[in-house]
Antibody
């Protein structure tokens, strides 16, 4: 059974930093690209970032480029999102999601809440 | 980025009746190279992770009940639940993967 478990969310002030983690199990982690998708309160889903299975290729939404860094440790079956220079508008539930070609998101975690407020 | 607009924002349907959710993209998500529409639908219930229902606009995922169907091409798509069941109450999102991933704003489906 595929399981994705996010952790690391919290409440912090603008300009702060946070690292999210996503522990994966139930599939060969290194074989699949992974993404972070967020949902701000009362808003729709927004794709944030993706990383290839090997970790060699990374992709970012313009809204987070230069502030967020996605990475993965395939030996630990864990995905990360380092979030720096956080802004109020980064407040959201952050989901990690497993990608499958075409690419779609075939499995999602429960999400972790990040609240940025002064 | 391709903007996805769903309608309606919320929908109340009686049990056993048909529910129809629409999704419109700001540009075509059809690839003439692959002859496919790069469009997926997800179901999101409170307290649960989102669930992939349909990809390629009309291909149901394994295990998804056949009362769920997807249709459309180009810029206009529809998710239809042919006979609403109580367990279908959820938020539904469309998602295009033709360009940078974008999602519709969601449609809240309730029982009338």
């Amino acid at each position: 059974e595929v399981r994705l478990l996010e952790s690391g969310g919290g409440l912090l002030q603008p300009g702060g930093s946070l690292r999210l983690s996503c522990a994966a199990s139930g599939f060969t982690f290194s074989t699949y690209a992974m993404s972070w998708v967020r949902q701000a309160p009362g808003k729709g889903m927004e794709w944030v970032s993706a990383i290839s299975g090997s970790g060699g290729n990374t992709y970012y939404a313009d809204s987070v480029k230069g502030r967020f860094t996605i990475s993965r440790d395939n030996s630990k079956n864990t995905l990360y999102l380092q979030m720096n220079s956080l802004r109020d508008e980064d407040t959201a539930v952050y989901y990690c999601a497993k990608e499958r070609e075409p690419p779609v998101f075939d499995y999602w975690g429960q999400g972790t809440l990040v609240s940025v407020s002064s | 980025d391709i903007v996805m607009t769903q309608s309606p924002d919320s929908l109340a349907v009686s049990l056993g009746e048909r529910a129809t959710i629409n999704c419109k993209s700001s540009q075509s998500v059809f690839s003439s190279f692959s002859n496919k529409n790069f469009l997926a639908w997800y179901q999101h219930k409170p307290g649960q992770p989102p669930k992939l229902l349909i990809n390629w606009a009309s291909t149901r995922e394994p295990g998804v009940p056949d009362r769920f169907s997807g249709s459309g091409s180009g810029t206009d798509f529809t998710l239809t639940i042919s006979s609403l069941q109580a367990e279908d109450v959820a938020l539904y999102y469309c998602h295009q993967y033709f360009g940078t991933h974008t999602f519709g704003q969601g449609t809240k489906l309730e029982i009338k």
